[in-house]
């Protein structure tokens, strides 16, 4: 059933759902109620939703940023009866049901949905939070790329009289850290060689360290090996068992005793819930600071109030579901579902996640992607596996476009791309 107008009184009584976050989940969670008998208000601090996985292309000048966004309003154009609110929400006063903004507004719901996602975690390691950069939303990316470039610009300054070596240093060895490590070593091949910097190739070096013994620990032991064999054939410093202690402005100290002069540490290490609105509900918070949902969705405080994707801790068995773009989506899927079914007076059904597989991509022509029943594919196969699937989950046919052209012109060339040091992107949040 379509709702009526916008204007109308019979629209304004009609059950409203507050989704605050508009990535992954939130806008999973506004599809699935968009042109439904209920009102939606989708509350996000930027008016644009962010496709994460490509954020490291955009760090690294393989991707504008305006390939990996796209305005909410645009997406929820032909749904009369989901809006969006440019804001932050500050806290859930779930006992009035309303959630208070920073600018002392508020809004009041009949159900309301936290996807508020998560940040970087740093573990508590000294200096890490102040000298490390993060990759987890495109101030990020552009705040890494403007470093990179900086930093490449300078040493070339400096080529005739005082030479330096240049080393960048990322921090994880998972889909993130593997996929940034290569895409940062083939843009500094590609700079060096096309861009007539006079800089010495043996003077850069990037280098990935992690903590665990293999690289990918959630794939099978033989794609981390394939991962490992492609960095290092593309000359990335692989530290595997290697757990950083500190972070200085421009040292990492690892527990071994050896410091590393770096030019930029990037952090990869991991995402917590700890600290945003998820973790200050009025609920038990379960791993990572995120919010302790039941099977269906609710949690546990509370019969109007839900969390998904990174947010909520959901349960599988006796341990919750992983961070990953799949189960955000589709768990705000399901969450939309049982707002629907409340609202229709009938029993809701407990989440089930469908195991669709993960992929990571090393660089041009090498990717490892692990498929649900346990298979692995690799090299080329993968990489066209995952160039199919990350345009398939992009949004809007615009983005999905230029990404297409961008990637068939870098297979067979590495055009001169979007390396541009932008002078406003250390003020943007």
């Not at 599809?31 to 954020?55: E, K, M, S, W």
């Not at 940023?65 to 932050?88: E, K, L, Q």
């Amino acid at each position: 059933m379509a709702p009526p107008h916008l204007a109308s009184p019979a629209f304004a009584s009609l059950p409203h759902v507050v989704v605050v976050g508009g990535g992954f989940a939130g806008v999973a969670v506004a599809r699935g109620l968009a042109n439904q008998p209920v009102r939606v208000t989708i509350v996000d601090r930027h008016n644009f939703h962010t496709f994460l996985p490509l954020l490291y292309q955009v760090a690294t000048a393989g991707l504008e940023p305006a390939d990996v966004a796209y305005p909410i309003r645009t997406i929820f154009g032909h749904a009369r009866n989901v809006g969006f609110r440019h804001g932050r929400v500050r806290e859930v006063d779930e006992a009035e049901n309303r959630v208070i903004l920073d600018d002392g507004t508020d809004l009041a719901y009949d159900h309301l949905v936290v996807a508020t996602g998560a940040t970087a975690s740093y573990f508590g390691i000294p200096g890490a939070r102040e000298h490390a950069l993060p990759l987890y939303s495109l101030a990020d990316a552009r705040r890494l790329r403007n470093r990179l470039l900086s930093s490449l610009e300078a040493a070339d300054a400096r080529a005739d009289h005082d030479p330096v070596a240049l080393t960048y240093v990322v921090v994880g060895g998972g889909p993130t850290g593997v996929e940034t490590a290569g895409a940062l070593a083939e843009l500094i091949g590609i700079v060096l060689r096309r861009d007539g910097l006079r800089i010495d190739p043996a003077s850069v070096r990037v280098v990935l360290v992690d903590l665990a013994d293999r690289l990918l620990t959630a794939f099978p032991v033989s794609a981390g090996r394939y991962a490992l064999r492609q960095l290092q054939l593309r000359g990335i410093d692989v530290r595997l068992g290697q757990s950083v202690v500190e972070v200085g402005p421009n040292v990492l100290r690892l527990a071994s005793g050896e410091e590393i002069t770096t030019t930029a540490v990037i952090w990869a290490a991991g995402v917590t819930a700890t600290g945003t609105l998820a973790h200050h509900l009025n609920t038990a918070a379960g791993p990572a600071g995120r919010a302790l949902v039941g099977p269906d969705l609710r949690c546990t405080s509370c019969e109007n109030v839900w969390a998904v994707g990174d947010a909520a801790a959901i349960p599988a068995g006796s341990a919750v579901l992983p961070q990953l773009a799949p189960v955000a989506i589709q768990s705000g899927r399901h969450c939309a579902e049982q707002i629907l079914r409340v609202l229709r007076g009938q029993p809701t059904e407990p989440f089930r996640y469908r195991n669709k597989g993960i992929m990571a991509t090393i660089g041009r022509r090498a990717a490892v992607a692990k498929l649900p029943r346990g298979g692995v594919i690799r090299g080329t196969a993968g990489w066209a596996s995952w160039l199919g699937l990350h345009l398939f989950y992009l949004v809007g046919f615009r983005n999905r476009l230029r990404v297409l052209i961008n990637w068939t012109w870098r297979y067979f060339d590495w055009p001169s791309g979007p390396r541009l040091i932008v002078a406003d992107a250390e003020t943007v949040d």
